[in-house]
């Protein structure tokens, strides 16, 4: 079964790196979005061909108006004017009486632009939320797996959705002088409605004890999605909703959790940051164990919960910053040495040991045998 989003997990670490943000809730949501389909008009610039663009300007700038004065001024056949002559009037550009030809304005407004313009009808879609009623920006139209239902397992929609989808809000956007920013060319000429449906984005949300209040993740950036966080943090709909929920008893929810693991003498407890942990021996992770070796640090999400998997023994965090590095150089999430900087630097704050270094990672890929990793290594460097 494909994931229609990464896992909650990563939402979490984001959002547990975020000084003084605290975590407070995991929800994985759908919101709603209107998907619009638009019949639109647009004027297309393309390059001119050369002897269009000489036989145009002969038109506008020298007086010639018949194919015959055309071919006699420029030294051609006619036939050769004859077949250009018939092509700028199939796309728009000169009007032809008899033997008479003239510019268009279309063809006028080419002449003075140095380009050839050329009008071209297409249907395209957008999408609006739901919430706020405007436009989705151009980055959450590739990366988001938009949903036709609202029933996902895993994911919850919101019981009131903001209002219908109004015509208005298209006119707005085609109005707008960012309109390419929201998916709409700059050479629209026109844009008619054609129909529209509902769609779910899936979602994942972390309230925190911070401003703004509900950080969104969705898969259209990487980190936070900051767009989609502002119309939530700013919509009533969705801050009523979710105000409505319940708070879950965090640490009975993680009591029973660890007791199913046969865990019965953990007990889960608040690290200095606000974030719930389970603080587990040594042996509970590494091969064999109830946890692989990279999970100390690590969040488990669970019933609008989560909890941090955590050690006291500074070599066994090592040890999983070690084994998540590797990771992420196989997965080859990792293309720059900056992003490996980043990503180390990451890994040291969130396990508290010393920021690895890439000559670390060279050797522990060394010592692992790691063929992966080194031939990611070397494209880096």
Request: with cysteine; charged share 25%; proline share 7%.
């Amino acid at each position: 079964m494909t994931e229609i989003l990464y896992p909650a997990y990563r939402a979490v670490e984001v959002a547990a790196g975020v000084p003084g943000a605290r975590p407070l809730r995991l929800l994985s949501m759908l919101l709603p979005v209107w998907r619009v389909e638009v019949a639109t008009t647009v004027r297309e610039a393309q390059p001119y061909e050369v002897f269009d663009r000489f036989l145009a300007r002969g038109i506008d700038q020298a007086g010639l108006d018949t194919p015959a004065s055309l071919a006699l001024f420029f030294g051609v056949e006619a036939s050769l004017v004859e077949r250009a002559v018939g092509f700028l009037t199939t796309i728009g550009h000169v009007a032809r009486t008899d033997d008479t030809v003239s510019l268009t304005a279309l063809g006028r407004q080419s002449v003075r632009d140095g380009c050839r313009y050329v009008i071209k009808e297409d249907r395209t879609i957008l999408y609006f939320d739901r919430l706020s009623g405007g436009p989705l920006p151009q980055s959450h139209y590739t990366g988001i797996n938009y949903q036709p239902h609202q029933e996902q397992r895993g994911f919850r929609g919101l019981t009131s959705m903001g209002p219908p989808f109004q015509a208005k809000a298209l006119d707005a956007l085609v109005g707008r002088r960012d309109r390419a920013a929201f998916n709409l060319p700059d050479g629209l000429t026109d844009a008619r409605l054609e129909s529209f449906d509902m769609r779910w984005i899936p979602v994942h949300v972390v309230e925190t004890r911070s401003d703004p209040r509900y950080f969104v993740f969705s898969g259209a950036t990487a980190g936070r999605d900051r767009h989609l966080e502002r119309v939530c943090n700013a919509s009533p709909v969705f801050l009523d909703a979710l105000g409505a929920e319940p708070a879950p008893d965090h640490e009975q929810i993680w009591r029973n959790w660890l007791d199913s693991r046969g865990l019965h003498s953990v007990r889960p407890e608040y690290a200095a940051s606000g974030v719930l942990r389970a603080v587990l021996p040594p042996e509970s992770f590494g091969p064999g164990a109830v946890f692989r070796a990279h999970r100390p640090g690590t969040f488990e999400p669970y019933q609008q919960s989560f909890l941090q998997l955590w050690c006291a023994d500074e070599r066994i965090r090592t040890r999983a910053a070690a084994e998540r590095a590797l990771m992420m150089l196989r997965s080859g999430a990792v293309r720059t040495a900056q992003d490996l900087d980043e990503r180390l630097h990451h890994l040291g704050v969130q396990l508290e040991v010393r920021t690895p270094s890439p000559n670390q990672v060279w050797n522990w890929a060394a010592e692992r045998d790691d063929q992966v990793a080194l031939s990611a290594l070397e494209q880096i460097f």
